[in-house]
Antibody
Framework: EVQVVESGGGLVQPGGSLRLSCAAS????????MAWVRQAPGKGLERVAN????????SYVDSVQGRFSISRDNAQNSLFLQMNSLRVEDTAIYYC????????????WGQGTTVTVSS | QSGLTQPPSVSGTPGQRVTISCSGS????????VNWYQHLPGAAPRLLIY???QRPSGVPDRFSASKSGTSASLTIRGLQFEDEADYYC???????????FGGGTKLTVL
């Protein structure tokens, strides 16, 4: 079954760091753009970052620029999100998603991993 | 926040038809197709409609979508209890050069 599974979430103090991982199954990760999307409590979905197939093109939402870094290891079929200088407002469920572009959307999503930033 | 406006909630009874609207601007809905997602609490979001009106394999034809100008809509016919979820419109935005999500609409099946 084509799927992605996230891990690495947890409770961290403001200013701390976390590294999220996303493992892909039954498809070749290196063929696709990938993204991290989050949902803060009581809020809607927001794409946080995305990365192209080879890892040379990355983009971030303004609120995480300079603090978060997206990367991938195609040999391990894995996607990562390094989150530094975490803020209370980064508290959210973080989803890994396979991106198919403007016409085909995000067609494979994981169940998400919860990040809580609190003192 | 996103510049896309969806009603916070809609409701209907089994068998009814409901429509969820999504209002945007020329930089997103006005010049791009709209994708739609279904999100049940505690579950992975699911691509419901892509390329404006196409359904991925497994999505019943009770779900349909359309667009006019800078507004889009998702219609669910023959409402079922299992349709109770949050629904998000998500067009591409030319200024952001990426997808933008609406605020989401909670559908309650009474």
């Amino acid at each position: 079954e084509v799927q992605v599974v996230e891990s690495g979430g947890g409770l961290v103090q403001p200013g701390g760091s976390l590294r999220l991982s996303c493992a892909a199954s039954d498809f070749t990760l290196e063929t696709y753009w990938m993204a991290w999307v989050r949902q803060a409590p009581g809020k809607g979905l927001e794409r946080v970052a995305n990365i192209n197939q080879g890892g040379s093109e990355k983009s971030y939402v303004d609120s995480v620029q300079g603090r978060f870094s997206i990367s991938r290891d195609n040999a391990q079929n894995s996607l990562f999100l390094q989150m530094n200088s975490l803020r209370v407002e980064d508290t959210a469920i973080y989803y890994c998603a396979r991106e198919r572009g403007r016409y085909f959307g995000m067609d494979v999503w994981g169940q998400g991993t919860t990040v809580t930033v609190s003192s | 926040q996103s510049g896309l406006t969806q009603p916070p909630s809609v409701s209907g009874t089994p068998g009814q038809r409901v429509t969820i609207s999504c209002s945007g601007s020329n930089s997103n809905i006005g010049s791009n197709v709209v994708n739609w997602y279904q999100h049940l609490p505690g579950a992975a979001p699911r691509l419901l409609i892509y390329n404006g009106s196409q359904r991925p394999s497994g999505v019943p034809d009770r779900f349909s979508a359309s667009k006019s100008g800078t507004s889009a809509s998702l219609t669910i016919r023959g409402l079922q209890f299992e349709d109770e979820a949050d629904y998000y419109c998500a067009p591409w935005d030319n200024i952001l050069n990426g997808p933008v999500f609406g605020g989401g609409t909670k559908l309650t099946v009474l």
